[in-house]
């Protein structure tokens, strides 16, 4: 076999990464082994994303390709193990804006790069961003929007972050389309993200994870 | 005398000049006052000379305005799709009340939503209708509405794929459409041709087209009473048409974008076949729309080639060629492509360098004009780009500001249009009116 999982995986060598995984299930390796590898094969795609080595057709490729592959591994899993996590994040593009290109880029970088991630998705009420921060806990909120009316709707989600009392102890960043600092500014946030990776350093800025 | 064959025997430089020659004649229309009519000659040719890679008299400036009317007239966008007298009375206020600009655009980017509703079109949400009724635009809903193993459906008889498989997916309305035969079929006596339109759900199908038939038409004469009225007050409109590249039409609204960059792995020759094949069909059908218009100016949104998008390997290989074939065979019939490239283009800049010094005008949204002026500035007009955000947040002073900056890095020499990046739909139009006085004070030549 012409390598590693983890590396073909990376490397996006459909058929090599579908025989080996086969193979090993056939041979009775751990399932949960496989899981991880796949995982640290997505580590190294998104590395090579944030190096503008690969863009977004390779996401999704990679992505789809690890769906195989953990649909292959599931039936022959026989405990969930919780892998740890670096720390919870809730995103989601607010009110108003159907956008998710974006946004789904930055479920999984921040995902492959260890973070528990609540994806709301698009044209989420203000209310909903505020119950998945309390029933998630998570200490950081990421707020998606591609065009203008995302703007107010951003800074009314903050407002009512604020509302619930909570805004000292929740982080918020914003991002996408026409987003940049003034409007951060505008809306209140903590901080603007020009791309996904920046949305990884910041959380893991708020999280002190070096 | 053969005036056809002259056409085709013109070089794109002289139908070029043809065609604007056409544009900067007084069109035959009343003018309010002689002076309207002298201030529209004006503005006219400020754009065509900037079009041109010329030096106007100053830079023109685009109001980067699309439903900014329904809010000025205190309405919003769903009113104004329902209701057009609210549709007319907002946008004629708004050209009445604004003041000096250099152009309006009429409300024909307003479509009605009593037509939309008749088809029961899916590919879109609109305030009140998918989306939250205060939202001031109607947004694209992707899918797959193309399946992976439909290419070669496609390639092979693009009209029939989309009667009978793409339209019943995006129109509610028009499901039964399924139902019809090929009108290929439909030869010698016809003894069994039209047996389908007998179903009722053809029937009813074929009443909703009907429906949406009728309320076009109410829509189309009050934009274009509108838009009269603006030509009649001396307010020249500068986009003759719209059309897009090849690769976003799988994107946007077929494949979806995520099915489009699966196929770029997957099933690469089919992506490429079927890019050529509706290349053919978009430079077919956009040429038709533009008509008698007078406008030779085609503005295509750019969508997925943008930076970060995909890589320069892949816009070189994917979305250049089929798009590049669309720009020429418009440049090709004397019209501008005006492109409009949404996010930033700052990695594609060199490979857009190659098409003819004055073929096409670039509108940026947020690439970074000092760059794109020294990569393209001598080869092709430059549009834009003050943030959306600085307009609908900042003030008049700030705005003007950026402006002045704008102008400074982008005018010299001429070849360059002022406006936003992209367009706002609220805020004060105090900001606005701040970017005509940066050019009348800024950008005189």
């Known amino acids: 076999m012409s390598g590693d999982l983890p590396t073909l995986l990376a490397d996006l060598k459909d058929k090599e990464v579908l025989e080996l995984v086969k193979k090993k299930l056939d041979s009775g390796e751990d399932p949960m082994k496989i899981l991880e590898e796949g995982r640290k094969g997505m580590e190294v795609v998104g590395q090579r994303f944030a190096s503008s080595e690969y863009f977004l057709p390779e996401l999704v490729f990679s992505g789809e390709l690890l769906k195989q592959v953990t649909d292959m591994v599931k039936p022959h899993l026989t405990e969930t193990a919780e892998t740890k996590k670096l720390g919870k994040v809730v995103i989601g593009t607010v009110a108003g804006d159907i956008h ?18 609540t994806n709301l998705g698009v044209d989420v009420p203000k209310e ?14 990421g707020l998606s929007g591609f065009l203008t009316p995302a703007f107010d709707a951003m800074k009314e989600t903050v407002a009512a972050v604020e509302a619930a009392g909570v805004r000292d102890k929740i982080k918020i960043m914003i991002g ?35 | 005398m053969n005036v056809e064959k002259k056409w085709s025997e013109m070089t794109w430089e002289e139908k070029r000049r043809e065609k604007f020659n056409k544009w900067l004649t007084v069109p035959d229309i009343k003018f309010v006052s002689p002076e309207a009519e002298k201030l529209y000659m004006e503005r006219v040719t400020r754009f065509a000379r900037a079009f041109l890679l010329e030096k106007p008299d100053r830079v023109p400036c685009i109001l980067p305005v699309s439903n900014f009317a329904a809010y000025y007239g205190s309405s919003d966008l769903r009113t104004v799709m329902y209701d057009y007298d609210e549709l007319k009375r907002t946008w004629r206020k708004f050209l009445h009340e ?50 992976a193993n439909e290419y070669d459906a496609l390639i092979k008889d693009p009209s029939n794929f989309w009667l009978r498989t793409y339209l019943p997916r995006v129109f509610g309305a028009f499901e039964a459409l399924r139902n019809i035969p090929p009108f290929t079929t439909i030869e010698e006596i016809a003894i069994m041709s039209f047996v389908a339109y007998g179903r009722p759900d053809v029937r009813a199908a074929l009443e909703a087209l009907l429906e949406a038939g009728k309320e076009s038409v109410k829509w189309m004469m009050a934009v274009m009473e509108v838009s009269q009225e603006a030509t009649r007050m001396g307010f020249p409109a500068i986009m003759g048409g719209l059309s897009k590249a090849p690769f ?24 490429h076949q079927a890019m050529e094949k509706i290349a053919s069909l978009t430079i ?82 947020q690439t970074d004009m000092a760059k794109a002026k020294k990569i393209l500035g001598d080869k092709a007009c430059l549009v834009g780009n003050v943030p959306t955000s600085l307009l609908m947040t900042g003030t008049p002073q700030e705005v003007k500001e950026h402006c002045r900056n704008l102008i ?28 005509m006085e940066a050019v009348k004070e800024y950008g005189v030549y």
């Not at chain 1, 946030?189 to 708020?206: F, I, P, R, S, T």
């Not at chain 2, 655009?105 to 009140?128: H, N, Q, R």
């Not at chain 2, 001429?414 to 009116?433: C, E, M, T």
Request: hydrophobic fraction near 40%; include cysteine; proline fraction near 5%.
């Open chain 1, 100 to 117: 998710d290109i974006g946004l789904n880029i930055v479920d999984f970088m921040l995902d492959v790069n260890g973070f528990a991630v």
């Open chain 2, 248 to 271: 976003d039409t799988l994107g946007d609204t077929l494949r979806g974008t995520q099915g489009v960059m699966m196929d770029m792995f997957q099933r690469p020759e089919k992506l």
């Open chain 2, 98 to 147: 604004f003041g000096d600009s250099d152009m309006f655009f009429g409300p024909g980017m307003v479509p009605s939503g009593k037509m939309l509703e008749a088809v029961d079109y899916k590919l879109y949400k609109w305030p009140g209708h998918g989306i939250s009724g205060d939202t001031t635009s109607y947004q694209c809903v992707e899918g797959e509405y193309m399946k």
């Open chain 2, 284 to 365: 077919d059908s956009t040429l038709a729309s533009i008509g008698d218009s007078g406008v030779p100016l085609i503005m295509m949104p750019l969508h997925k080639g943008a930076d970060g998008f995909m890589s320069t390997k892949q816009y070189e290989t994917f979305y250049w060629p089929t798009f590049k074939k669309v720009i020429m065979a418009f440049v090709n019939e004397g019209i501008m492509p005006v492109l409009f490239a949404e996010g930033s283009y700052n990695t594609r800049l060199d490979i857009i360098s190659e098409l003819p010094r004055g073929s096409v005008t670039w509108w940026f949204d």
């Open chain 1, 176 to 210: 996408g389309g026409q987003m940049n600092d003034e409007v951060k500014k505008y809306v209140k946030a903590d901080a603007y993200g020009k791309n996904a990776m920046e949305a990884v350093a910041l959380a893991k800025e708020w999280t002190g994870v070096k």
């Open chain 2, 408 to 435: 400074e890095i982008c005018a010299p020499g001429g070849g360059y249009i002022l406006s936003g990046g992209a367009n706002i739909d609220k805020g004060d139009p105090d900001n606005l009116r701040a970017m």
């Open chain 1, 128 to 141: 909903k961003f505020v119950q998945a921060l309390n029933d998630t806990g998570a200490p950081i909120l």
